[in-house]
């Protein structure tokens, strides 16, 4: 099912005069890990805004191109169409948290309280995700007083429980440390498990590699390359429009570069351990 829907975007926010998506296309399908890719200030964010209606209904600014999101063209719609079905998660794990709750308990069950849901209902819900998440022991804890890690632990649990059918999340482990991130991750391997959709934007493409079906590459707002990590992450050309390549990539093309014969570049550790094992048994 196809979920997003874009034609020859534009877009320039209104207090610039350059365009920051540059006639953009792509389809973003049901199901699936998406990671975006590319420098900083590329326009992935934006593309992000665009994709969850904060443009145009609430950034304004000059967009033209065709729009579809859940099937409803975003120019017709309203903001409140696509709050049930879109959840965001952003870099800043402190500005996730409401500041209006006392326990992780109510900073879970906030969303279904606005959305009208009978008490019973939200009681169930909340242990139901907490245990799902393993963050059931901080459900009396006060959220101002977790960690980054865990605060974005209970950000995602917080919008899962609202059952939402795509997750957008920008650079969410960029201020966590190495066990932080790696959390995230294994919930993003949870939330596709349970047939969600993931757009993730990362820099960290070691985890892309292991995480993501698909990656979107994104340079001056537009969509230079897609493909799966296997395609894209072994390619000069990732590098060349200001993406980083996996170390194990890099290990292996430094290795070719000293006259070492390897047949396919690795992405991930366990394809690098093997190529080392097997350069070390031909040279004995």
């Known amino acids: 099912m196809e979920l997003v829907n874009f034609k020859n975007v534009n877009y320039k926010y209104p207090t610039s005069d350059e365009y920051v998506l540059n006639n953009l296309s792509l389809t973003i399908e049901s199901g699936k890990v998406y990671g975006l890719i590319g420098e900083n200030g590329g326009g992935k964010s934006t593309l992000c805004n665009l994709i969850k ?8 600014g000059q967009l033209s191109g065709e729009v579809t999101v859940f099937g409803k063209d975003m120019y017709e719609s309203d903001l409140s169409d696509f709050v049930e079905n879109i959840g ?28 009208g849901v009978r008490e019973e209902k939200i009681k169930e819900s909340v242990v139901e995700v907490a245990e799902l998440f393993g963050i ?9 007083r977790l960690s980054g890690g865990q605060k974005q632990r209970v950000a995602i649990a917080s919008i899962y429980v609202m059952n ?5 999340l920008d650079e969410p482990t960029s201020q966590l440390d190495p066990v932080g991130t790696l959390e995230i991750f294994s919930l993003v391997s949870l939330l ?28 001056d707002g537009s969509l230079i390359d897609r493909g799966t990590p296997e ?18 990539t890099l290990l292996a093309l430094d290795l070719m570069a000293k006259g070492c014969e390897i047949e396919s570049l690795p992405i991930k550790e366990e394809d690098t351990v093997e190529i080392v094992n097997n350069l070390i048994k031909g040279g004995e």
């Open 53 to 60: 209606g904060f443009i145009p209904h609430i950034f304004q």
């Open 88 to 115: 965001f998660v952003s870099q800043n794990p402190f500005s996730q948290i409401t500041g209006s709750t006392e326990t992780v308990f109510e900073e879970i069950a906030f969303g279904l309280e606005n959305l």
């Open 136 to 144: 059931d022991d901080l459900l009396l804890k006060n959220p101002q």
């Open 164 to 168: 939402p059918d795509l997750f957008i």
């Open 192 to 219: 596709k498990s349970k047939g969600k959709t993931v757009i993730l934007v990362e820099n960290k493409v070691e985890l892309m590699a292991k995480y993501a079906d698909e990656l979107l590459l994104i340079k």
């Open 231 to 248: 395609d894209v992450l072994v390619k000069e050309s990732t590098l060349d429009n200001g993406s980083f390549l996996p170390q194990y």
